[in-house]
């Protein structure tokens, strides 16, 4: 864990709801937003970014040794569907990834399972992780992009 440097906090599957809750709510909690004025350039951005390297494979070498992946590519494999956001009123749980959908389509026509996990705040932590832990278990039904819907004017 390293959230004062805005990496990943990794869990055990067996950790509980309400400890699951307790590390996204600290997750959120760590998020920071960029100054775009404020970043280093030149030299400095270039320092910078060989000592954020530096903490990378430090925590890419630890993540892999606790998951017995063998690469990224299969630590993200069952998750790079799901994501989470938060504002003052909610927390949402996504369970698909349509970033990049480059046609009109009905999403639960092509995803049935497609859902949005949504917990008004405030939220116990173990409602937050009792529904995160769904929202995951759903995610990975979905992990194909939409299919390419061809129609005629």
Sequence with gaps: ?????????????????????????????ATRFVDWDTLPMGDAAKAANRE????????????????????LEELYEDARNSSSRRTKDVYVFFNSNLKKSTEFFSIPDHFPDY?????????????????A???????V?????????????
Aim: one cysteine or more.
């Design 141 to 153: 039904r979905n992990a194909l992009p939409p299919p390419r819907v061809r129609g005629s004017i």
């Design 1 to 29: 864990m390293d959230l004062a440097h805005g990496l990943d906090e990794s869990l055990s599957t067996t950790v509980s709801d309400a400890e699951f809750g307790t590390a996204i709510r600290r997750c959120h909690d």
């Design 52 to 71: 954020w390297k530096k903490k990378f494979v430090l925590w890419q070498r630890k993540a892999l040794e606790m998951t017995g992946c063998k690469n």
């Design 133 to 139: 832990r769904a929202a995951l278990d759903a995610g």
């Design 115 to 131: 859902r949005e996990f949504i917990v008004e705040q405030p939220a116990s932590d173990e409602i937050l992780g009792q529904t």
